[in-house]
Structures are given as C-alpha cells and as structure tokens.
C-alpha cells in the first residue's frame, strides 16, 4: 500500500498529475498577481472561475446542436473558451465600475461576486439540466491535449520521462505555463506593465506623472478576470469534463495568498502553485490508503495557512535580519549562514504543524484510523514529537540572535529536527536504521552547506544590539 | 424650541413604534386568517398561540428598532431590498421564458366525425376514429412539430373535425386545418367554443379550452382528405405573458408564502434565528474592518461540540446540559477564531483568506468526527443519532423548531449591543475600525483588538452552532450550514453592522430565504434566485456613490442642455 503511493510520488505520471491540478491555481493566482501589482486585489477570482467553467461548458454542449455534431466538436471548446473569458472580463468590468466609479468597497463587492457566480451557476444549471448537482446530462467537451511528437521519447535518458510528463496535457496547461512568462514581460519589459506597477504602488504619484491611473486599473481588472476564467475553464473543461456545483473548492481564495508565498513576480507565483499542486496531487495519490479520506482533504487548505505564516514569519525575520546586519560586524558569508538558518529554523517548525493536525485527527477519531489502540500510542507519539519540534525550533524564530548566541544548540537542534523529518521520509524505502543514519548524514550534509560549521569554529560577530 | 425638540424626540420613536405594531398585525392577521372572528378562532386553536403572538411581537419590535435606529437610512435599505427583489423578478422572468412552452407540448388525439356512412379505402382515419401523438416530447431528440392523418370521405359529407388534449395534464394548444388531396387548405380552427364543447362532450372530455373543433364542414368532393394538426405558433406577447404570470406566481410564493401555515412561520422563524447570531458575529468583525468569513467554520465547531456533549450528557438534567453544551460552542468558536485573530494580528495573515481556508479545515474534522465516531454503525447515511430530549433545546411552539433560542438570540443582540456601545473593548473596535493607524496613535493596543474581536465574534458564531445542531436538526448532520457565513455578511450590511438592527435584517433575509424554499417547491423556481439577489444586495449596499452617480448624470444631462457649460466640461474631463 505505502510502496504504491510512493511509487507513485516519484513517477513520471504524478508530475504530469502535478502539473494538471496546478493550472486552476497557476492561472487565478498569475490574476491575482497582477490585480494585487495594480492595487486592486480581484477577491472575486472564486466566482469568476465558476462562472467561466460553467459559461464553457454550456457553450461547448450547444455548439455541438448549433453548428451540427461535425463543426460542433471542433469549435466548441474554443467557443467555450471565448465565451468563458468574455464572462470573465464582464466580471472584472462590473468589479471595476462598482469598485472606481460607484466607490464600493473592493473586498465586499468582490465577496459579492462570488455569491453571484456561485448562485448564478447553480440557478442557471437547474433552469437548463433540472440538475443541481452536476451538468453531467450536457454532452459538454474538452479542451483539446496536446499529444507531443514521439521523437522526443527517443531522447537518450530523459527523453521518456519528459515524454511522459508533458504528454497529453491539456491546452490550458501549457497556456498557464505560457502566461507566467507572458505576464512577467508584460509586467516588467512593457511601458503598460510600468504603468500598472506604478499604480498599484501609488497612484496619485502616478496620475501626477500623466499615467492614466484608473483605465489602468480597469485593464488590470480585466486581464486577472480573463486569466481567472482561464483557470475555471481548465476546471470544467480539462481537469474534469463537467461543471459541479462550486467545483472551484476554493481555488479562487487559494490564489489570493499564492503571490505572497512567490515573493511578488511570476516566477515565485508559479513555484508557490507547483507547490499547491504537489499537495493537491499528493492529496489524491494518499486518498488510496485507508485513512479517512478528509485528512488528506484537509492538506491544501492547511498548506494556505502555513504559506501565509511563513511567509509572514520570513518577513519578520528578515527585517529583524536586516536591523541587526545594521548593528553588526562580520563577513558576508556568515551573514548569509545566518539568513538561510533562520528561513531553515521557520519551516522545520511549520512542517511540525501537519504532525499537529494528524494527531488532532487521530485522538478526535480513533476509529477512522483502526481504533484506539492504534490511534492513541500514534497519536501521542506524532503529538509529542510535533510539538517538541515546534519547541526547540521556536526560540531561534522568536530571537534571530539566539543563532549566533548559541551556535552549537542551534545546530543540534536543526540537525535532529531534519534528521526527523529525512529519516521518516527514507523510511518509506529503506529498513528503519539504515532510514535514521541516512537522514542524519543528509542533515549533517545540508547543515555544513548552508556553513553552518563556520558559526561554531569561525569568528564570532560583534552585535551592538541595545536593549 | 423646545418644543421643536421634543417633537423631534418622540416623533420617530412613535413612528417606530406604529410600524411595530402595523407588521405585528400584519403577520397575525396572514398568519391566523381574515376576519376578527375568524382571527380569534383559530388562535383558540392553535397550540401555542400564545407563544407564536408573542414571536410576533418581538417581530414587530425588532421593525420598530429598525426604524428607530436608522431612520432616514432605514429607507435606503428598503429601497435597495425593493430593488434587488425587482432584479430578482426578472432573473426568474428570464428563467421562465419557457413557461410558454407548456401551449407546445403535450399528448393529443384528432378524431373526424359525421353521420355519413365511411367509404372503403384505405386511408389513417376512419369516420369516428382517432389517432394521436405527442408533441414537442421532452428530451426527444426529433420531436413531433406536427402531425398529418388521411380520411377518405365522399361529396356531401358532413363532417366535423376534433382536435384535443389526450389527457388531463395536456395543456397543449391545438391548430387543425382540413386539407384536400392537392395539400389546399379548407378549413382551419384553433378554438373551441362551449356550444361545441356541449356537443361533442363525450369526445371532449377534458373540456380543454385549447382544443380546436372544425365543425359540420361539408366536403366538396369524394376523396382522400388530410386532417393537419399542430400546435398554435407562440408569439412574443404570449411567451412574455406567460413568464410573467408564472414568475408572478412564484413571487407571490416567495413574498407571502412564509405566512401561509404555522410550520412555514416556523421555518422562517428559525432561521432567522441562525441568522440574527451570524449577522452579529460578521457585524462584529466588520466593525474592526476585518473582513473575517470565519463565522462557518466557527459555526461547525460550535455544533459539533454542543452536539458531542448534548449525545453523551442525555441521562442528565436539561438545566445541565443545555447551559453546559452552550458554553462549549461559545469556547470553541472563541478559539477557533483566536487562531485567523493572532493569524492577522500578530503575523499580518490575510483574514479573509485564513479564514475562507480555516472554515474549510473546520469542515473536514467535523465530517471526520461524524463519519467516524458519531454515526451509528448501522445508519444508512452520515448523521448522528438524534439528540436524547435532555440535550434539545425546549421549543417554544410545539411541533416546530422554535425553542428558547430566541430568547438567546435577544440576549445575544443585547450583549453585543454593549460591548460594542459600551465597553472599553467595543469603543477600540470600533476606533481600530473607523482608522486602525489614529486608534495606534491614541493608545490602542490594535493587535489586541483585531484578535480579540475575531475571538469574539467565534462566540456568537458559536452559538449559532449550538443553535443549529440542538436547536433546529436536533442531531448533527453533514452539511449542518451551507454557506451561513456569506448570509451573515449580508445580514450585516444591511443593518449597516448595528446590532440593534440586525434581528430586523434577519428577519426580512431569513423571510426571504423561506419563500425561496416554497418558491422552489410550488413554483419550480431555483433557490439560488435568493441567492442572486443576496449578491445584489451586498452590490447595492457598498456602491456608496451610487446615489451620486445617478445625480451626476442627471447633472451631466442636464448642462449638455445649456451649450455654455459644455466647453469647460470636456476641458475637465480631459485632465482625468
């Protein structure tokens, strides 16, 4: 059972599956990007996905009645398509009058618009199938996938892995992945992306400088409506191949916090919806095992969480990290040690927090986890260890200093904590001991290059710190 | 000028208190029946009458309060109600364009009758026979648009020719025309009349007024004869005629249908209960500015958790268990808005995202408890036993859900009405609300405030958990709310987040809410209309500049009159 989830995290086939269920968060989160870049974030991506999904479905099964089964099935999906991103734009454009012209506040209305897209849709299905679950009685189509040429299998040792990947994706796929780029040249290589990045930073310092601050806004509105619906395209028309009722689940809000996470550009926004994704995937691939299917549910919506915390915390300690580089003498290298151990110390914590949240479930529900005398022995030992590890890391969070002041505890304690958290890893290959003495020389090795030996043996640095 | 004063003074609260007593009239009066007699009849007997004119009554208050705080205000929200209703009717207009569809559709039979003796031959019809089908069948993929039958008839004959609905439920409009060998039309009906229906009764006996009767027609000469049949052609005014009294229909479900019997008041009363907590719990976080929709996932502890202990406390006394249960969905909702409150006040995490992510995580454990530790193992579906008598909340009207709640739910308008009025803590809510930056500035503890005020909005959101598990489904169910949290936001906007207000809102949001459900059920019409025009409510509420932008254009209209104020205005409108 675990063997089959492993092996199917590192297949060829669980990358493709990564790649599949990051496109409804890639794109949301690259309207999010540039709606927030503008200065008016779009809340109402959420309900401009199931408007767009549903529009594309509907269009796609009448095309096949207007133009004939024939002609039907070739433009429907672009007919779809078009008319999913026009709903999206139509949207975005409400949004912006609401929100420019009529002054309505920017969070409520577009809290409005998600009430609109998820009732309208339903409404809507109900008066077209008599469903209000699925539109599962539409003959709806897909978005075409693309099928790559064979002699990329044929490439001496990745040639069949990439093949395997990319194959088969769908269109919408390979759109997101092009629009990352697209909207980093846009935004940075464009004088409209100056234009929008000088709005969102101060927009009466940029209508002083002629720039037409509010049509800015209303075509950044428009463009993250269109990349948005986009993305609820790819929900009905790609990922599945039917509309369900408020089948986004929260992938409109999840984009909300996705830039944050990528540090603010394209690039960062599409790492941190890989990483989604992986949780998503991963969310489906261990819903194979026995245990309760709501736990691995739970794994995307706590990842959010987590992101929007760490990436707080990293804020914070930056700053900090910042204010005592000011104070302090030293070499850059030890510095730099500094730096990446204090990012190593938040998400060594963070990670605990699953431990947490599994052993919540595991006390709360023994009998979905095969009773109480399994469920409570694990539950306390994941409990103890999560929160142990969430102990001895929170001191060098809460005091950057600590790191420098106590070098040799600080070590200890990040050496067992990755030596934990490895060492369960490789357990899923190897016997127990040879799992423990792998993650300790990982940890030992990972620890080094960050250089964290040079904080023990090394000089010491001069903190002018006043109380 | 005192007197001016006084006048003032009392003037809108007599106005408020007339309105009270004019809606709790109103809803008596729908609610028990026309005349005074009858109106004392059967509040003799109802069960609980008194209980039900006392709910009453609190409804007609919570009107005054309505008026009474908002005054002027009061009729803007009127207004965007009206409005969004309006919107609303021709949502459902659109979505009834079919209504017409019903004069297509729909099994019929065509009968030739005479006197005459039949030629032999062979043709569809005899004299006296009859042959149907059914037109425009739903989900067909060719359906019948019109049928053709042949008779064979000789010169002379006289012959009637009947077209009709086959059954009772067809309600479809016939068109018949006779025609001759060569395809010419001889004759054509599309109505009945009652002489006809007098005469052919045996045949016609559904009495159908959309039936068509070609009567003693005499054919001109011998021959095969085509009887064609089809459904009249629907025009514009028909179809739009029909929208509109079938979404008439469905609105007078909507609007009076939660006052039709005491089960549907009770529906309605109920859930404007669950509300009346929600709407406090968002008003209370809107009041910080803090656009926190954690109230669900709040919510869904405070069930589970009032649930969990109402199951296992049962064999104890009500006077225990309740307040027992109660205080925990408190707890919990308190910290399970703790957690987004530190999230935002000490980390900076986005409120509406944590929230939105936590409500979710809230719902998976509750449906893990349920599934896994709280459903019987026999049960066919994912619900808890029912709760033990000790562990629901007494009801007030018996046989409906209507229970002591209410009287929670006025406590609870009143504790937030201080807290947020009168106490040290409301008054920095309400700084940090108004600009979080001066309130820094004044001395307030803002992280404080900020986490504090989402801890406490769990509590109410808490009690609307308890409310809903041991109050109205009275075991835990999967699903226990469906999107609560957004009602509440509506809820409170429209009491413009004054807890005073906030059981009128409820109310008039839950009244809409419980014509919906009867609007589905008699009239076929989606729920989510309500939903639609809860959307539209939020839209109306927060264009603030709406009013202004319609006296702009009226503004604009009026100067493009006057030639001397053109000039400068484009100058203007170009520096924009």
């Given at each position: 059972?675990?063997?089959n ?23 949301p ?13 779009h ?22 009645q207007w133009?004939g ?8 999906p ?28 920017l ?16 409404a ?17 189509l897909?978005?075409?996938?693309i ?7 044929d490439?001496?040792?990745?040639g ?7 194959n088969?994706?769908?269109v ?48 950044a ?46 690039y ?6 890989l ?27 706590v990842?959010?969480?987590m ?18 580089r000011?104070t ?52 306390a ?21 600590r790191?420098?002041e106590?070098p ?8 067992s ?5 490895l ?6 290959f190897?016997?127990p ?14 620890w080094a ?19 | ?11 809108l609260?007599?106005?408020?208190a ?23 009849e ?9 209980s ?7 409804v ?25 209703l309006?919107?609303?009717?021709l ?6 364009l ?22 032999e031959?062979?043709a ?74 007098a ?20 054919l ?7 009887v ?5 052609p ?19 479900t909507?609007?009076?249908?939660a ?22 719990a968002?008003a209370?976080?809107f ?20 649930g ?64 896994f ?45 201080l ?43 808490g009690l ?18 469906l ?23 409820a ?7 419980a ?11 989606s ?13 109306l ?7 202004a932008?319609f ?8 100067s ?5 104020t ?11």
């Amino acid at each position: 059972m675990f063997e089959n989830v492993v092996q199917g995290i590192f297949s060829a086939t669980f990358l493709a599956a990564i790649l599949r269920v990051a496109t409804p968060i890639l794109l949301p989160s690259l309207a999010a990007l540039i709606s927030d870049k503008a200065g008016v974030i779009h809340i109402g991506l959420e309900g401009t996905m199931l408007a767009a999904a549903f529009t594309g479905v509907a269009l796609s099964a009448y095309a096949q009645q207007w133009f004939g089964p024939e002609t039907g099935r070739m433009v429907g999906p672009w007919l779809g398509l078009v008319g999913g991103v026009a709903i999206g734009v139509l949207m975005a454009l409400l949004l912006g009058f609401l929100h420019l012209r009529l002054k309505a506040d920017l969070i409520l209305a577009g809290i409005a618009l998600n009430i609109l897209g998820s009732a309208g849709t339903v409404a809507i299905m109900f008066e077209l199938t008599g469903d209000r679950g699925s539109t599962s009685r539409l003959a709806s189509l897909t978005m075409p996938f693309i099928t790559l040429p064979t002699f990329i299998r044929d490439i001496p040792l990745i040639g069949g892995f990439i093949y395997d990947v990319f194959n088969n994706q769908s269109v919408m796929t390979w759109i997101a992945f092009i629009a990352v780029f697209v909207v980093w040249f846009m935004l940075y290589r464009t004088p409209f992306g100056l234009h929008l990045r000088a709005t969102g930073e101060n927009m009466a310092a940029a209508q002083s400088v002629g720039i037409r601050a509010i049509r800015t806004r209303y075509y950044a509105l428009m463009l993250s409506g269109a990349l948005a619906a986009m993305g609820g395209i790819h929900m009905s028309m790609g990922y599945l191949n039917m509309f369900q009722r408020d089948m986004t689940a929260g992938r409109g809000f999840i984009a909300l916090a996705t830039p944050l996470l990528g540090g603010g550009n394209p690039y960062g926004t599409a790492a941190a919806s890989l990483m989604f994704g992986f949780f998503d995937a991963f969310a489906i691939r261990i819903g194979t095992l026995q245990i309760p299917s709501q736990v691995p549910q739970m794994i995307p919506y706590v990842a959010t969480v987590m992101a929007l915390v760490i990436y707080a915390l990293q804020t914070r300690q930056t700053q900090r990290f910042r204010a005592l580089r000011a104070t302090g003498v030293g070499s850059a290298r030890t510095w730099r040690t500094l730096q990446s151990l204090s990012v190593l110390h938040v998400l060594l914590a963070m990670f605990a927090v699953i431990g947490v949240i599994l052993s919540v479930g595991l006390f709360a529900a023994p009998n979905g986890f095969g009773g109480l005398a399994v469920a409570y022995p694990w539950g306390a030992v994941i409990s103890l260890a999560s929160l142990m590890l969430i102990g001895v890391n929170w001191p060098f969070i809460a005091r950057l200093e600590r790191i420098l002041e106590q070098p040799i505890l600080s070590a200890a304690v990040t050496i067992s904590s990755l030596t934990i958290y490895l060492a369960l890893f490789l357990l899923l290959f190897f016997s127990p001991i040879a799992a423990l003495l792998g993650g300790l020389a990982l940890s030992l090795l990972l620890w080094a290059a960050l250089g964290g030996l040079g904080l023990i043996v090394g000089e010491k640095l001069k903190l002018h710190v006043s109380t | 000028m005192s007197q001016v004063s006084a006048t003032r003074r009392l003037g809108l609260p007599t106005l408020a208190a007339l309105f009270a007593l004019l809606v709790a009239a109103f809803v008596n009066i729908r609610l028990f029946g026309g005349s005074l007699n009858d109106l004392i009849e059967r509040v003799a007997n109802t069960a609980d009458s008194a209980s039900i004119l006392f709910v009453n009554l609190l409804v007609g208050l919570s009107v005054g309060l309505f008026v009474w705080q908002l005054s002027w205000s009061a009729l803007r929200v009127v207004l965007t109600v009206i409005v969004a209703l309006l919107f609303g009717f021709l949502f459902t207009m659109s979505f009834n364009l079919d209504a017409a569809n019903q004069y297509i559709q729909g099994a019929f039979e065509v009968r030739v009758l005479s006197e005459a003796a039949p030629p032999e031959g062979d043709a569809d019809l005899a004299y006296g026979e009859e042959k149907g089908g059914e037109f425009n069948k739903p989900g067909v993929r060719n359906p019948l648009r019109e049928a053709e039958y042949t008779f064979l008839g000789s010169a002379n004959d006289v012959v009637s020719v009947l077209a009709y609905a086959a059954n009772r439920r067809s309600t479809v409009n016939l068109e018949v025309s006779l025609r001759d060998a060569q395809g010419a039309e001889l004759a054509s009906a599309n109505s009945v009349s009652e002489a006809q229906l007098a005469r052919f009764g045996d045949v016609l006996r559904f009495r159908n007024p959309n039936d068509a009767v070609i009567e003693d027609f005499t054919l001109p000469a011998d021959g095969l004869y085509t009887v064609h049949v089809r459904p009249e052609p629907l025009t514009t005014p028909i179809i739009l005629a029909e929208s509109f009294s079938a979404t008439r229909f469905a609105y007078e479900t909507f609007l009076l249908g939660a006052l039709g019997r005491v089960n549907r008041w009770a529906v309605w009363i109920q859930d404007a209960t669950t509300l009346i907590f929600v709407g406090l719990a968002i008003a209370i976080v809107f009041r910080a500015r803090q656009f926190s929709l954690g109230a669900e996932g709040q919510l869904y502890f405070g069930a589970l958790i009032s649930g969990v202990l109402a199951l296992n406390l049962g064999t104890f006394s009500p006077w225990l268990v309740i307040p027992v249960a109660i205080l925990s969905a408190m707890t919990a909702g308190f910290l399970w808005g703790l957690l987004p409150g530190m999230l935002k006040a000490y980390l900076g995490a986005n409120e509406l995202v944590s929230t939105l992510m936590l409500n979710t995580v809230a719902i998976r454990f509750y449906e893990l408890i349920l599934t896994f530790e709280l459903k019987p193992p026999t049960a066919g579906y994912i619900a808890s036993a029912p709760f033990p008598a000790n562990g629901q909340l007494p009801p007030l009207v018996a046989e409906t859900q209507v229970s002591i709640a209410i009287f929670m739910a006025m406590a609870a308008v009143l504790l937030v009405w201080l807290l947020i009025e009168r106490t040290p803590l409301g008054y920095e809510i309400r700084m940090v609300g108004s600009n979080a930056k001066f309130a820094a500035y004044g001395g307030v503890n803002t992280r404080r405030t900020i986490m504090l005020a989402m801890a406490v909005s769990g509590i109410v959101a808490g009690l609307a958990g308890a409310h809903l598990s041991m109050g109205i489904h009275r075991m835990l169910i999967i699903n226990i709310s469906l999107g609560l949290a957004f009602e509440g936001v509506v809820v409170a906007l429209l009491a413009r987040n004054n807890p005073l207000v906030i059981p009128f809102t409820a109310l008039l949001y839950a009244y809409l809410r419980a014509g919906a459900q009867f609007m589905e059920r008699d009239a076929n019409v989606s729920f989510e209309i309500v939903r639609i025009i809860q959307a539209i409510i939020i839209l109306l509420i927060t264009a603030e500049a709406l009013a202004a932008f319609f006296q702009v254009q009226r503004a604009a209209k009026r100067s493009a009159v006057s030639p001397s104020t053109d000039a400068p205005q484009k100058e203007a409108g170009a520096h924009v």
